[in-house]
C-alpha cells in the first residue's frame, strides 16, 4: 500500500448546505497490486463503492465483504460522530491513530482479495451529510450497508425504473461479470404497468449485462405484483447472497440510513449495495 496525501491537509473542510459542520480527515490511503501493462484496465474501470464504517463504535469489516467487493475500487471511510461542542481536532489528537490503525487492518484484508482501496477517517457533526458529500466527491456508484455473506454465488438485482438502469448495470457487471455469478433481475409492477411492459424492461437490461460480458445463461428475470415491495425484495433475496437496489430519493442518505434499503438489510441479514443516482446538475 501506499500513502497519498489529503487534500484537506489536515485542515478543517468546508462547511455542507445543512449547517456548519467540522470535519478532520487523517490521511488518504490507496491499496492496489502492480501497475497495469498497456492496454490492461485500471482501477478506473473498476466501479467505486463507498464501505461506511463507525470504527471506534465497534463496527468492523464484515465476513465475506472483501470477497464481494474484490473487483471494486473500495472508498474505506471510516467515521465517528462527535458532539457539537467537540472540535474536531480535540478528537482527531485523541482518537485519530485507533481509528486509523482498525482502518489499516481492514484496508489491508479488501486489498489481499483483490480491490483497490482508499481510506478516509473522518470526525464529523453530522453523518448523513457526511457520507452524501463524500459519496459524489469520490464518484461512488453504490454504497454497501455491510451485513456478514459466506459466499458470493448469486445476487439479487431490484429494479424499479429506467431512470439509472446503467449504472446498476456497470455495478453488476464491474463486480461480477468475472466470478460466474448468478443474477436475478427482480421488478415489482409499478400501478398501471403490465406485465409484458415489466418482462420487456427486464429483458432490455439483461441484453445489456450481456453487452457487458455476463452471460447469458446465468441471468434470470422475475416480475411480479408487490405491494410490500420491501417484503418482495428482502424475501426474494433470502436465496441469494447479495442485494443490489438501486436508490429512489433525490437524498442519497435518506435512503441508505433509512428506508428502504437499511429495512431490506435488517431483514434479509446480507450485504446491500445500493446504486446511487448520478448527481443533479448544480
Do not use: W
Amino acid at each position: 500500500m501506499t500513502d497519498t496525501p489529503t487534500d484537506d491537509g489536515g485542515k478543517q473542510a468546508p462547511s455542507d448546505d445543512k449547517g456548519a459542520i467540522d470535519e478532520q480527515v487523517e490521511r488518504d490511503k490507496v491499496a492496489s497490486g502492480e501497475q497495469p501493462e498497456a492496454g490492461e484496465p485500471t482501477e478506473t474501470d473498476r466501479p467505486a463503492v463507498l464501505v461506511p464504517l463507525e470504527v471506534l463504535e465497534g463496527e468492523s469489516l464484515p465476513n465475506g465483504t472483501p470477497e464481494l467487493l474484490a473487483n471494486a475500487h473500495v472508498v474505506l471511510l471510516g467515521y465517528h460522530v462527535i458532539p457539537d461542542q467537540t472540535a474536531t481536532e480535540q478528537a482527531r489528537e485523541q482518537f485519530g491513530e485507533t481509528a486509523m490503525s482498525k482502518l489499516e487492518e481492514f484496508a489491508d484484508a479488501l486489498a489481499a482479495a483483490g480491490a483497490d482501496v482508499e481510506t478516509r477517517l473522518v470526525f464529523t457533526h453530522d453523518k448523513e451529510t457526511t457520507i452524501d458529500r463524500l459519496i459524489y466527491e469520490y464518484e461512488c456508484l453504490a454504497v454497501l450497508v455491510p451485513n456478514s455473506t459466506e459466499r458470493v454465488e448469486s445476487v439479487l438485482v431490484a429494479l424499479r425504473g429506467t431512470v439509472g438502469v446503467g449504472r446498476n448495470t456497470r455495478l453488476v457487471t464491474g463486480l461480477f461479470a468475472d466470478a460466474g455469478v448468478d443474477v436475478t433481475l427482480y421488478h415489482a409492477l409499478d400501478e398501471g404497468e403490465t406485465r409484458d411492459d415489466g418482462e420487456s424492461f427486464l429483458n432490455g437490461v439483461k441484453t445489456d449485462l450481456v453487452e457487458r460480458g455476463i452471460a447469458a445463461d446465468r441471468i434470470e428475470t422475475l416480475v411480479e405484483d408487490a405491494d410490500a415491495s420491501i417484503d418482495a425484495i428482502a424475501g426474494h433475496g433470502e436465496a441469494h447472497d447479495v442485494v443490489v437496489m438501486g436508490e429512489t430519493d433525490p437524498s442519497v442518505t435518506t435512503f441508505v440510513f433509512g428506508m428502504p434499503s437499511e429495512q431490506v438489510a435488517e431483514r434479509f441479514l446480507g450485504p446491500v449495495l445500493v446504486v446511487q443516482r448520478e448527481r443533479p446538475e448544480e
